[in-house]
């Protein structure tokens, strides 16, 4: 599928997004005042979209399940509460799928939406509705919206997040950094268990390898959480305390390699492998919706 096939851009106040949905709803770039804040590795006009886990770039969508799930240390399954064994790929399946699209309105966002198919039952045999909305609240905000619904008979396991990866030159890590409120530090062990909780400090430099592909779980409120890009001149705030939003569980920190020009910081909803763990798990009645809401804020930084 090629990236130029279904490209929607959104606009104002001399920002843009640009979005594919027939590819994932993946957002490919996120520019403010002509600069990027948003990775994307691959000509729009080029992109392949073939094999969505490596792209590298964008905000690629995780659902039904984030991260790596195991069963009897075999990835990639996960066993329901009547023990039957099901194949779901690592993050899900939402990045790998097309989703309509519906303008906002007044032209500043965009909501693309998926529905169970025969192409998600075999590994997820339920019923759903998952949207995600962009939209910017001004030229320097943007705000997104991840939406569950069951229109099901039988209660929906889910948990659900953002894989952002953020523009950054590898050789500005150095002076970079990510400031957090309270947490606990985990990481997933070769099995798909858990790891024992670390109490995290409040601030990492993104040279430290020692936070690549670590949860930084909160345990208190969920600000502040900002990522510092002094060498670009900006930050970008996450704010994750939204009305009506369900609790963010965690930020993942990672990037793939020492040469890699971008860092991801990524708000999760839950933990990998949660469908057996229980952290950060939602079980959704049926009949019922929710939102996991956030907003991103890009500042000036001297």
């Given at each position: 599928?090629?990236?130029?096939?279904?490209?929607?851009?959104?606009?104002?106040?001399?920002?843009s997004?640009r979005?594919?949905?027939?590819?994932?709803?993946?957002?490919?770039?996120?520019?403010?005042?002509?600069?990027?804040?948003?990775?994307?590795?691959?000509?729009?006009?080029?992109?392949?979209?073939?094999?969505?886990?490596?792209?590298?770039?964008?905000?690629?969508?995780?659902?039904?399940?984030?991260?790596?799930?195991?069963?009897?240390?075999?990835?990639?399954k996960?066993?329901?509460?009547?023990?039957?064994?099901?194949e779901?790929?690592?993050?899900?399946?939402?990045?790998?799928?097309p989703?309509?699209a519906?303008?906002?309105?007044?032209?500043?966002?965009?909501r693309?939406?998926?529905?169970?198919s025969?192409a998600?039952r075999?590994?997820?045999?339920?019923?759903?509705?998952?949207?995600?909305?962009?939209?910017?609240?001004?030229?320097?905000?943007l705000?997104?919206?991840?939406?569950t619904?069951?229109?099901?008979?039988?209660?929906?396991?889910?948990?659900?997040?953002?894989?952002?990866?953020?523009?950054?030159?590898?050789?500005?890590?150095?002076?970079?950094?990510?400031?957090?409120?309270?947490?606990?530090?985990?990481?997933?062990?070769?099995d798909?268990?858990?790891?024992?909780p670390?109490?995290g400090?409040?601030?990492?430099?993104?040279?430290?390898?020692?936070?690549?592909?670590?949860?930084?779980?909160f345990?208190g409120?969920?600000?502040?959480?900002?990522?510092?890009?002094?060498?670009?001149?900006?930050?970008i705030?996450f704010e994750?305390?939204?009305?009506?939003?369900?609790?963010?569980?965690?930020?993942?920190t990672?990037?793939?390699?020492?040469?890699s020009d971008f860092?991801c910081?990524?708000?999760?909803?839950?933990?990998?492998?949660?469908?057996h763990?229980?952290?950060?798990?939602?079980?959704?009645?049926?009949g019922?919706?929710?939102?996991?809401?956030?907003?991103l804020?890009?500042a000036?930084l001297?």
């Amino acid at each position: 599928m090629s990236s130029a096939a279904n490209v929607i851009e959104i606009q104002r106040d001399g920002a843009s997004i640009r979005l594919a949905p027939n590819a994932g709803g993946q957002l490919m770039t996120w520019r403010v005042g002509g600069k990027k804040i948003i990775h994307w590795s691959d000509p729009l006009d080029s992109a392949t979209w073939d094999n969505a886990a490596k792209i590298r770039g964008g905000n690629p969508l995780l659902f039904p399940f984030l991260g790596r799930h195991f069963v009897d240390g075999e990835i990639g399954k996960w066993r329901d509460p009547d023990g039957v064994v099901h194949e779901l790929a690592t993050h899900g399946f939402a990045r790998n799928l097309p989703f309509s699209a519906t303008r906002d309105a007044d032209g500043h966002g965009l909501r693309m939406t998926l529905v169970d198919s025969d192409a998600t039952r075999g590994g997820y045999p339920f019923a759903f509705r998952f949207e995600v909305a962009y939209r910017f609240v001004n030229g320097h905000t943007l705000e997104v919206e991840l939406t569950t619904s069951n229109p099901g008979e039988v209660a929906l396991p889910y948990y659900t997040g953002h894989h952002f990866y953020f523009d950054l030159p590898h050789d500005q890590r150095t002076q970079s950094s990510v400031e957090l409120p309270r947490t606990e530090r985990r990481h997933q062990l070769p099995d798909g268990a858990i790891s024992e909780p670390q109490t995290g400090q409040s601030r990492y430099t993104l040279d430290d390898p020692g936070i690549v592909d670590i949860f930084h779980c909160f345990t208190g409120p969920t600000e502040p959480v900002r990522l510092n890009l002094p060498g670009l001149k900006r930050s970008i705030g996450f704010e994750l305390n939204q009305p009506d939003s369900v609790p963010w569980y965690c930020v993942t920190t990672w990037t793939e390699k020492d040469s890699s020009d971008f860092y991801c910081v990524e708000p999760w909803i839950g933990l990998p492998d949660a469908i057996h763990n229980g952290r950060g798990l939602r079980w959704l009645a049926p009949g019922k919706t929710e939102t996991a809401l956030l907003r991103l804020v890009v500042a000036p930084l001297a």
